[in-house]
């Protein structure tokens, strides 16, 4: 095995070693040939020890595991993406082209040192914190590592943006400056039934139950039913749907990112900012929460089975707590006044 450590001597006489990997350099702090030849043999010793052991242990798993002493981060990040379907799969497939991955995608899962990890990290975003966990993990469950590359408790804390929800007069202001008629449709839905953007662009007629007065959709992120049972507005604003299809066929045919992008140009036309399509499910989780509405109802018609994660939809909610008294006997309304009512016949031209 070649040597990691060699042996030269400066002008004042000194003995140092050179690292041959990283070319540093560092003083051994003596001036006799014996003396330094004996450190020198020690520091290298002390680094073919561990790393013989590994030689070792990648000899036995590439006889259970042919695969074993091959397999890199880039075969792990495909593999996971077979698992992914619809739009969660270009979700992944998007996130793996973060250029911050390149400093580990061809490097050996037995070969990955922290400080590579904490590398790709230092340059990537919180995006990059999250994937980097779910690869990582998805490695410990397949058994294709020992031991975590970076320990549980080490890893940097995952800080997201500031996220709220869309006032009652941001929404009226967005609503007032479009005048195409299914972008319209679109706001109205998703401030009144809170639905993801993806899941109200795709609703079809035969998703509605007239009689019963309820939506019923399967979300396409986690595949949850929900179930949502709308008021009078809500049907006053569709009093004109087809009899099948697509409610909204134009804006169905739109990438998600399209009407992101759309939202935002007329967000910045009427001077509102830091939302996006998906605040107003925030805002309707904390219009739930505020009015009183059964954390329950506001997690199934939210299409979230978990209590924690209503919770965070609705953390900037501002509820009033009326006194038991005053709630029994139903003296104080505890549901704010509501944003205006918009009749917009799905079918009109814009």
Same mark, same amino acid.
């Given at each position: 095995?070649?040597? $990691? ?7 004042? !006489? ?10 540093? *350099? ?16 020690? %520091? ?41 379907? %619809?739009? +969660? ?5 998007? &996130? ?16 990955? $040192? ?10 990537? +975003? ?6 980097? @966990? ?17 320990? $549980? ?13 869309? +006032? ?12 195409? #008629? ?12 809170? !639905? ?5 662009? *795709? ?17 396409? %992120? ?64 904390? @219009? ?7 954390? @329950? ?14 919770? &965070?939809?609705?953390?900037? &909610? ?30 009109? +031209? #814009?």
């Amino acid at each position: 095995m070649k040597q $990691r450590f060699t042996l030269y001597r400066r002008s004042n !006489g000194m003995f140092y070693c050179e690292d041959t990997h990283t070319r540093k *350099q560092q003083s051994l702090k003596t001036k006799d040939e014996n003396e330094a030849h004996t450190l020198l043999h020690c %520091k290298n010793e002390a680094f073919r020890q561990p790393i013989l052991n590994q030689q070792i242990a990648l000899t036995y798993l590439s006889a259970a595991d042919g695969d074993s002493t091959k397999r890199t981060w880039q075969d792990v990040m495909v593999l996971m993406a077979q698992s992914k379907k %619809k739009s +969660t799969l270009v979700r992944w497939q998007s &996130a793996m082209k973060d250029s911050a991955f390149d400093l580990i995608r061809n490097v050996g899962l037995f070969e990955t $040192r922290p400080e590579q990890f904490f590398a790709v990290l230092k340059i990537g +975003t919180v995006s990059t914190n999250v994937f980097l @966990r779910r690869i990582q993990n998805f490695a410990l469950d397949m058994n294709w590592l020992p031991r975590p590359v970076i320990p $549980r408790r080490q890893w940097p804390a995952i800080t997201f943006k500031e996220k709220r929800g869309i +006032t009652a007069e941001e929404h009226e202001a967005i609503f007032a400056g479009e005048r195409d #008629a299914e972008w319209r449709a679109v706001y109205e839905l998703l401030w009144n039934i809170g !639905g993801a953007q993806s899941d109200v662009a *795709q609703l079809r007629a035969e998703d509605i139950d007239w009689s019963l007065q309820v939506i019923s959709f399967e979300r396409m %992120k986690t595949g949850s039913v929900v179930q949502l049972h709308f008021g009078g507005h809500v049907a006053a604003l569709m009093r004109s749907p087809p009899a099948r299809g697509q409610l909204l066929p134009r804006i169905a045919a739109m990438k998600e990112s399209d009407r992101a992008k759309a939202f935002m140009r007329r967000c910045r036309l009427v001077k509102v900012s830091g939302v996006s399509l998906h605040s107003y499910r925030y805002s309707w989780a904390e @219009r739930a929460k505020v009015c009183g509405y059964p954390e @329950r109802f506001a997690q199934q018609a939210l299409g979230h089975g978990s209590k924690a994660v209503h919770r &965070a939809y609705a953390k900037k &909610a501002q509820m009033k707590l009326p006194s038991l008294e005053d709630y029994e006997r139903k003296i104080i309304p505890l549901q704010p006044s509501p944003a205006p009512v918009h009749d917009i016949p799905l079918r009109a +031209t #814009a």
